[in-house]
């Protein structure tokens, strides 16, 4: 069985900074932070189901782009589990915490390495500070 796919957003404003998004639950996921995003449900492209995350948890309309890839497409979550993530832009709304999240941030591309990501949106974080301090 081939692992369920996972998205997110790497929404940047025209400053260049990124959304990050601080987890609250579960327990072993909170405190840490990762790109907004979700789960993709049967029927959505990975596209729509990122606008459809972005907006029931942060309350905010997305424009979705090209997607940041992993040398081997996706990024391992765990083996149920694989991650895509696209760069995305506010198009309506500003981005608001909600059940998922007690704090968001837009932080400069210098300072991504200073928060606490998910395992799995770590190397992302890395490569995205790379790139974007070009």
């Known amino acids: 069985m081939s692992p369920r796919l996972v998205v997110g957003a790497i ?16 327990a072993e996921l909170a405190l840490q932070w990762e790109f907004p995003g979700g789960k993709v449900e049967p029927g959505e492209s990975p596209q729509q ?16 782009h090209a997607e940041f890839e992993s040398v ?46 998910l395992e799995a949106d770590e190397p992302i974080a890395r490569l995205l500070q790379q790139g974007l301090l070009r």
Do not use: K, T, Y
């Open 11 to 26: 929404i940047v404003d025209d400053d260049r900074r990124v959304l990050a998004a601080r987890r609250n639950r579960p």
């Open 49 to 64: 189901a990122l606008e459809r995350e972005v907006h029931e948890e942060l309350g905010c309309r997305i424009q979705v």
């Open 72 to 117: 081997d497409g996706a990024w391992p979550i765990n083996d149920e589990l694989e991650l895509r993530v696209f760069f995305a832009s506010l198009v309506a709304g500003e981005p608001l915490p909600g059940d998922s999240h007690d704090e968001l941030s837009w932080v400069a591309p210098v300072d991504l390495d200073a928060l606490v990501w």
